[in-house]
């Protein structure tokens, strides 16, 4: 019999999320994506704008729901659940945005908006213990709560508001965190601040998590696994030491080769640039959705599309030649 504990936490299998736009034509915004997160770990997921990683992130919080394939979390499947058994089990993930200021009530105090998430959790408590939790809360992410639980939005930096946004995320003391561009919005410094935040958040609370960004520096720092998705597709996933010093595809190569190097006296290397544009989701390519910009693509790229396949123990890639 399979030992319970080597199950992922999080499954995410054969993900299809799609955007009808008349009766013949739709997004493909994710086809088929397959990962996994062990509990405890980050998985951080990566590519272009427009790739699906937003998309993918939804799909995990039921917002809306895929349009095909699992999501499973610790055994429970969760594509399937709706009404209240799926508002029971967001207990047990939660989500921070992209845009911390967007994303934050500008209407409501700081303690309408943390208290929100316990009101509609059932949380029995008294005005004066509620009051209690979202201060301490508040003080977890480096606010002060005393100050901070009267003022609304406006009256904070963006840093400020993602810290506000964090504290919303974690309130119910969830299990998964799914993070969706959460510093893309934020100063270099503040983003330091933050994802150093993030950090402490984990290891307090053991949290997993879902990491989405385009900057792969910062995934680097973050993640001890690597996605690369292109144009809804997964293209090669490694620990994040293996997939910065052996890419085995040639999309995380380039990415990887587009990271400025953050020391004045580093020798300079050429930069190697995808020629073309991001074809089009709602068409996309044939076979390997990468082929109309990959320089080793062949008629077989535009024929099959390519398996994911493993090349060493916890190294995947899905294409016909690879560079390892």
Same mark, same amino acid.
């Given at each position: ?16 999320? #799609?955007? &009808?736009?008349? =009766?013949? %034509?739709? @997004?493909? /915004? ?94 029995? #408590?008294? &005005?004066?213990? =509620?009051? %209690?939790? @979202?201060? /301490? ?188």
């Amino acid at each position: 019999m399979k030992d319970v504990m080597t199950e992922p936490f999080l499954s995410i299998e054969d993900l299809v999320v #799609e955007y &009808p736009l008349s =009766r013949k %034509a739709k @997004v493909h /915004a994710v086809s088929g994506l397959t990962v996994s997160v062990e509990q405890g770990k980050t998985l951080g997921l990566v590519g272009e704008s427009g790739c699906g990683k937003s998309s993918a992130a939804r799909a995990v919080m039921q917002l809306p729901p895929p349009t095909g394939g699992r999501v499973t979390l610790d055994g429970q499947e969760l594509t399937g659940l709706k009404g209240k058994a799926l508002q029971q089990a967001r207990r047990r993930f939660q989500m921070i945005f992209q845009d911390p200021i967007a994303s934050l009530n500008p209407r409501q105090t700081v303690r309408e908006i943390l208290s929100a998430p316990l009101e509609i959790a059932g949380e029995q #408590e008294s &005005p004066e213990e =509620r009051d %209690a939790r @979202v201060i /301490a809360m508040l003080d977890k992410v480096g606010l002060n709560g005393e100050q901070a639980i009267s003022r609304r939005p406006h009256e904070f930096s963006g840093g400020q508001c993602q810290r506000i946004s964090i504290a919303r995320a974690l309130i119910l003391r969830p299990e998964l965190l799914v993070c969706d561009e959460a510093v893309s919005a934020l100063d270099v410094s503040v983003q330091a601040q933050t994802l150093n935040l993030l950090e402490d958040l984990k290891a307090e609370f053991g949290l997993t998590m879902l990491f989405i960004s385009h900057d792969l520096a910062v995934v680097k720092h973050v993640s001890d696994t690597v996605a690369v998705m292109y144009l809804g597709m997964l293209c090669e996933m490694a620990d994040a030491t293996t997939i910065y010093r052996k890419p085995a595809h040639p999309y995380t190569r380039t990415l990887i080769n587009a990271v400025p190097e953050p020391d004045p006296d580093a020798p300079r290397k050429a930069l190697e640039l995808v020629p073309g544009e991001l074809p089009s989701p709602i068409n996309p390519p044939s076979g390997c959705r990468f082929r109309t910009r990959c320089p080793m693509a062949s008629d077989r790229c535009a024929a099959e599309i390519p398996p994911v396949r493993e090349l060493a123990p916890g190294h995947s890639v899905a294409c016909h030649h690879p560079l390892i």
